[in-house]
Each structure stands twice: as C-alpha cells, then as structure tokens.
C-alpha cells in the first residue's frame, strides 16, 4: 500500500518583514510539521524602512550588503524551503499559484506581497521622478543626487541644487532630513554646495496621523536640518525638471522623489474578493480572506479596521510584523481544526528620523527628540537585523 501523498505546504508570498515572520512563526509553531514554502522573486530579506538612507548608499559605492540578509541564511537551521521566482497570478478557488517557476499548490496562503508607489494618476510621475519604496530605487537615487552634487562644486553666487520630497509622511520626512543632513562633499570629493531640500506635503496634514508631540519637534528639528516644507497643496503634473502644482505654480528642480502613498500591486487589486482603498485586500478580524478559508492578508496589502477601536492599522513594518504573528498563529490552527484568534493592533510607538544623529519618537506617554531618538531608532534597526541574520526575526518599532 503506497504511503498517502505529502500535504499542499503553507505557502507564503513575498519575503518582505510579514511574509518573514509569517514563515518562520509557522515553522515555530507547527515545530516543523507543516511544509513551508517561501516565495519571493530575489533571494534575500531587504531592510525596508532604512532605504530612507541614501547617503550611506552613496558613500558605500552601490554596496548592499548591510540593508540584504540571503534568505538562505535566515532559514538555515528550518525545514522552510526558499523559492526564487515571481508570482504571475493567484487562483484561490483552485488553490494555487501560478509562479514564473510553474503552478503551486496550497493548504494555506499568506499573501504578503508588500506594496507599490501610489502615482494616483499624475502625468509624469511615474516616469520622472524617483522611489525608496525598493532597494534598486534607492539605489538610483543615491547615484543620481552623488552625481548631482559632483556636479555641481561651491561656487559663489550660484544657486544649489534643489531636491523636491513628494509626501509628507514618515518615509518623505526622513528622506528629505536625510538628504540634507549628509555631507556630500566628503561623498563626492569635491567641495559641492549642500543641496536646497524642499519637503512638499500636500493636502493632507504633515506626518498625519502621528502623535501632535512629534509632529511639533519633528517641525522644528526639519527646520533646523535646512528642510523647506510646503503645505496645502497637491502635484498636478510632473515635467523633466518640473513640477506643477494645483494651484498653477510651478517649482524647478534637479530631483523629484515621489514619497506621496503606497497601493496594493497589481496583482492583488486584481483578485476577485473585497478590496479597500489603494486595493488593499479586505480581510476578517482574523486576517482571512473572506471566503477563501486558510488564505491569509498580511502587511502592506491589507487594509485591516480594528473592530473595537474601529482605527485602521498603520501601514507600517511593525504592525506587518504583528498581523504576521498572529495569521502565523491563525495558519497553524486552520490546519489543526483550531478556533481561529482576531488580531487587535497595539502600537508599541513610533520613531522617526530627521537626519544625522536626530530624530522624534513617542512612546506610549512619552516623547522624546534629538540624539536619544535618532539612537534608539539605530537600536531598534540593529537588533531587528542581527535577530534576522540569527534565523529569529524580531518585533520592529
């Protein structure tokens, strides 16, 4: 009598900081029973919320190796097996997934496929301005402000180069003090005029959503980082060199960086389920698709409304890293024949940087600004990174 055939894995899409820790809370929680596989179209784990800086990318010659851990090595002493190749399309009613590799089936699914720049159709956009959303982008970007900048040596009388941030959110906020706190003449060997860095907000509110504390020393630290802020007012168009407001203006600059929101992919807004805004998935409390048992939203392409708060949770590593957990939890019981658990979002804090050695946090009741921010926020990004080399990813303010 023939041995019954291996069980459909749980498979998750994407390595990004949810699909990670979706894989290895299962493999953890299963003790190794459920089959895991882990697909992602590059081999390695990138740390996302420190693209922001592109002046260590600059000054490390287009190395990569300090913001990439090889999935291999993360997943070394697990059963989880690591499938380089893109996800072509999703077929939940025949539960599998149409990879660049072949077809895959699934017991479960974690789609935890990230996000993608939101252009919200400006012309110009997309093809003239430049993205940290990913590693390659930021990537460009380094190269392309160093190469600004050598460009253009100190000469009196001459104006600077002007780099506009589109967005005023956490990652536009640190970018822009970034930007304008790195020392670029030791970068490009040559005596360059600091750049005139212009952070251009929008409608929405600067850092909206963060606790009013921050927000006001983040102003204020902004400020003395030399950061121009530009409020009330949305893109209408983007030109080469050029960008045109709503209100008819028009500013001049050498960069454009689009910092301005994140939408689901593609091929997440195109499943046939519920969708929320920028197609996100829909989800139950308990991070399951509705109407697709064992197939699980995770991360950025979730738009998850706590039921007994009725806030959405942030689109941030920290609440994918918690809503990974806990659909880790729910993956595991689906296969046991468990009750599944809802996921409820308490946010540990919040720190942003705003350039060499400052930054804004609040914790809880507490608010804190300056070096001791900027160095807690290091803290916090170095233990996440050494705990991910060590195969135990960690939580991530």
Known sequence: MSPPPPPDPVVVLGAGYAGLTVAHEVHRRSRGRLPIVLVDR????????????????????GSTDAWVVPLARVFERSAVECREAAVDGIDLAGRTVHLSTGPL???????CLGSVAAYYGVPGAPERTHQVYRLSGALRLARTIRDVEHGSPYLPGERRPRIVVVGGGSTGTELAAEIATVDWSRITGVDARPPDVLLLTGALPFLA?????????????????GVGLLHGVNVNRVEEGRIHLEDGSVLAADVIVWCAGLEAPPIVRDLPVPHGRGGRLAVDPTLEVPGHPGVFGVGDVVEFRDPSSGMLAPGTAQAAIAEARRAAQNIVARALGEPLAPFAYRERGVIVALGLGQGAAALRHVTIWGSPAALLKRAVQREYARSVRRGEPSSLL
């Open 42 to 61: 590059h081999p390695v784990h990138v740390l996302r919320t420190e693209l922001y800086e592109v002046g260590r990318l600059a000054r490390d010659g």
């Open 105 to 111: 089936r699934f017991g479960s699914l974690a789609v």
């Open 209 to 225: 959503g963060f606790p009013p504390a921050l927000v006001g020393h983040a102003r204020a630290l902004l400020g003395r980082a």
